[in-house]
């Protein structure tokens, strides 16, 4: 039982545009919301996080979008550079500091 | 600060050989956790820890152990390996939400 979804594996964006990824939890007890980003042989590092009290939250080219109603949350980055080609992972925050993580996303910017 | 720090990076175990795999922070965190990463399953929780003495179980805790006799330190133990633990290892380290990770171990068991 999967309480936290990443439905696409994979996305492909042209360098320029917009990277949108989406994420849908099923637990309305989630009650902090963060992204990471991981590269190939590292560890995953911190994107940007939001409470579940806000619907926004905003970081330079990153954007987090959450939904409660929906149970959705959405990460946007604008513009998107080849850099930002890695594995985005959505996690949950349940009870403190246990994550509850999607199954990740691969983004590729094509230049 | 050389942040979390996780060894071995690689290492091959027979099935029923045990190990330990070694995780270290030198920031101070209260609460560290493992996790193991499997494809199309994403990071998954084994144990954690909220400070030095205490330790719990996470959503797959089964065949292995855990201890935390400093802030610093947090090994995680394979009992009897099993080709199931084939997977990549992240411990964690934090204050709050945001979770600091080391470089991982990948383990495979033959």
């Known amino acids: 039982d999967q309480q936290v979804k990443q439905n696409s594996p994979s996305l492909s964006v042209q360098e320029g545009r917009i990277s949108i990824l989406n994420c849908d939890y099923t637990n309305s007890m989630f009650d902090y919301f963060l992204w990471y980003k991981k590269y190939p042989a590292e560890g995953p590092t911190f994107l940007i996080s939001i409470s579940s009290i806000k619907d926004k939250n905003e970081d330079g080219r990153f954007t987090v979008f959450l939904n409660k109603s929906a149970k959705h949350l959405s990460l946007h980055i604008v513009p998107s550079q080849p850099g930002d080609s890695a594995v985005y992972f959505c996690?949950?925050?349940?009870?403190?500091?246990?994550?509850?993580f999607g199954a990740g996303t691969i983004l590729r910017v094509k230049s | 600060n050389a942040g979390v720090t996780q060894t071995p990076k690689f290492q091959v175990l027979k099935t029923g050989q045990s190990m330990t795999l070694q995780c270290a922070q030198d920031m101070n965190h209260e609460y560290m956790s493992w996790y193991r990463q499997d494809p199309g399953m994403g990071l998954r929780l084994i144990h954690y820890?909220?400070?030095?003495?205490?330790?719990d179980q996470g959503e797959v805790p089964n065949g292995y152990n855990v201890s935390r006799s400093t802030t610093e330190d947090f090994p995680l133990r394979l009992l009897s390996a099993a080709p199931s633990q084939t997977s990549v290892y992240f411990c964690?380290?934090?204050?709050?939400?945001?979770?600091?990770f080391g470089p991982g171990t990948r383990l495979t068991v033959t």
């Open positions: 820890s909220v400070g030095a003495g205490i330790t």
């Open positions: 996690a949950a925050a349940l009870y403190g500091n246990k994550l509850v």
């Open positions: 964690a380290s934090s204050t709050d939400y945001e979770q600091y």
